[in-house]
Every structure is written in C-alpha cells, then in structure tokens.
C-alpha cells in the first residue's frame, strides 16, 4: 500500500511494544475502540496507558491483562456508571492477592497541560487549577512553584511523552495528514508528545482532499508513523457526521462487567475470537449499524483564493 497505509495488525504489532506508555485519545467521540481491541488481541503486556477520561476501552484493556499503570483524569462509564473492570484492579477488596493496577490521577485540564508539556519538549507546565483540592495530596507528582516573576505560587504538572498515541479520525491522506471534525480533545498535543503515532481513519483521501481544507488538518504527516483505514474503529464512541454514539453498548457494558467471569466471556467473543474489526462491525449487524447512521448537516465552505 502507498505512503504509511498499514493493517491494524501490522501497525500495533510494529509500534506497540510490551512495556510502552500508550495514550489512546479522542475526547467523546473518536474513540480509540479497534485499535484497544487488537492491543488486547494481541497480548500486549505491562504497558502504562494514559488518556484524558477513560473510556470503556480502557475497562476492556485493563481486563484484557495489557496494563499495568493508568494515568487519568475521571474514570467512569459515561451517563452509566463505573469501570466495573478497573475497580477490581484498584480496591483492595477486590484485589485481594493479586497484583493492584498502579494509578496517577490528573484533572481534565492537568492531563492537557502534561500533553502540552510533552508536545513543546518542556520540563513542566503551570497551571492554576488544583487549589482548594486534595489532588496534590493524592499525587506528589502535582507540585506548587513559586512564579519567577512574583511570589505567587500555582502548581505545575511533568511532561507526558507516550511511546506511542493512537488517534482515530475522519480522514487522512496516504502520509498521515489527518483531519477531524467535530469536538475536539487533546488529540494534537498527545500525538506531537510521543515518540510514534497511529492514525486510524474512517476514510483514506487523496492528498487534493486534505490540501483544499487545511484548517481541518489537526495531525501533519511528519509526525505519523502509520495511517490503518478502520470504517467504524471507533464504535461504540460517536463520529462526527459518520455514526452515533451507540448507548445500549455503554448500558449493555455495566452488568457485564460487574461479573469477572461474563467480562472474559466477553472479550472472548467480541475481541479474541474475531480476526479483526470488519468481523466485529459483522457480528453487530446490518440493522444496528443503520440505526446509528446520522442524518445530513453539511458545513459551509469557503474560498481560500488562487494565488498564483
């Protein structure tokens, strides 16, 4: 295939390695779900996995044996509930003998600011928010400074530098050029920390696409190391203008996985014993997908001017 066209397969076996920090992200909608799921499949093992808001895929990673360390900021099953799998893994009750899953805990905008750090090569960032909390308490890596400039003090936060960020988009180019619409999370500032990134897409465009709407560019090519074209890898998240956000997945997930024994039988039949995402977005059906498919709400365009 052209420029960094790769497998799912390939492109998880190649750039993500047993150990690594991995950040999936996408804030709401873009959901890394195909790209945590072939992680799983492929038995990725004590990897540190870092996002903004962990979503169920990170549920399903941490019972699929892959982590051993969350770096987060709120953790939760969206409108539902808890990560039923991740709490077996942090309280003591639950954990019993068994190896605990090492967590460092961030606000939403501390998260932000760690990408943003990591993205700029800097050795900390300021931020004002964790006053009148009891996060720096809860984690001695959230510290005051005082300002250089006054005897004001605020707290900063280190960098986050991922081994590897994993985002999934619209659409790119051959070379990675990613574009994304629609709300925007900490995408940009993740993918420019790490040291490789995967871009998973729902539709791969020529390079005239990308070039007649640049704003919409959010990843450059320069800093991706694989493009994976994966219609409906984010599902059961929400695309921007593809499909909807499929809440009886986000219920359906609740009971299942308040049992140890019904999440494995789980993975097993929606991860394991699927060769990939086309035999999942099968298995769903033709009538579930349609269900999720929005109407038409085109943008407006404008006239960037030939200059010659």
Known sequence: MPGKVATMRDAVADLVRDGD????EGFTHLIGFAAGHEIIRQRKRDLTLARMTPDLIYDQMIAGGVAR?????????????GLNAIRRRIEPAAVGDGTPLEIEEYSHFGMVARYTAGAANLPFMPLRSYFETDLPKANPLIRPIRSPYSDETVYAVPPLNPD????????ADANGNTQIWGLLGCQKEAAFAADRAIVVVEE???????????NRTVIPGLIVDAVVVQPYGAHPSYVQGAYDRDNRFYLDWDPISRDEEKTQAWLREWVYDLDGRAAYVDKLGTERIASLRPGSAPSGSVDYGDYR
């Not at 791969?204 to 640049?214: F, G, H, K, Q, S």
Request: charged share 15%; net charge neutral; hydrophobic share 55%.
């Open 21 to 24: 920090t991995v950040a999936i």
């Open 69 to 81: 360390k969350l770096i987060f900021s709120w953790l939760g099953n969206p409108g539902v509930g």
């Open 164 to 171: 590897v960020t994993i985002i999934h988009a619209q659409r």
């Open 204 to 214: 791969l465009v020529d390079e005239a696409v990308i070039r007649a709407d640049p």
